[in-house]
């Protein structure tokens, strides 16, 4: 169930004459979020929170490129990395393999069209990316097997013959 918070306007709590409370004034709602942000703004010095929202640094911090989140999934002969890659195309990704390692590269172009008007918000990020993954155990980069569908950009990497894994007995 939320619940509605309720502050006065204003610098503090007392306002008009004689530091009465003012009755009868309209008073925000505000919400959790709000009420945060306020408290903060109470605890940080004002040139930190400055920095933070400052547009260059927002937007410094919001225009990094983000790299694909990946699973990675370690089978008895092979190792299968899957890689959200949203966007981009086969000729927009590189891919390297070493026997303990997966680095994918990606580039998303920048649309040159034109817009009309001033952006309101801009969230779509362009630019370059490039993350390594370590893998668990080495394989064989000579039989390595990449398909991208759907955004999602799968490996198939099977494992030497040395670092397959084999179940062992008790005896």
Known sequence: ?????????????????????????ATPVLTPFDEIERIFDELLPSSMLRMGRSPLMRGMLESQVRMPKVDLVERDADIVLRA??????KDELDI????????????TSHEERQEE???YRQEI?????????????????????????DGVLEL????????????????
Do not use: W
Request: hydrophobic share 30%; aromatic share 2%.
């Open 1 to 25: 169930m939320a619940q509605e918070l309720k502050v006065h306007s204003g610098r503090g709590r007392q306002g008009g004459a004689g530091g009465q409370l003012q009755r009868g004034r």
């Open 125 to 149: 990020t362009r630019g370059e990316f490039a993350r390594s993954i370590a893998l668990p155990s080495a394989v064989d980069t000579e039989k390595v097997k990449a398909s991208l569908k």
């Open 117 to 119: 008007g001033d952006y």
């Open 84 to 89: 959200e890659v949203p966007g981009l195309s």
């Open 96 to 107: 390297s393999v070493d026997e303990n390692s997966v680095t994918i590269r990606g580039m």
């Open 156 to 171: 198939v990497m099977p494992k030497l013959e040395g670092a397959k894994r084999r179940k062992i007995e008790i005896q």
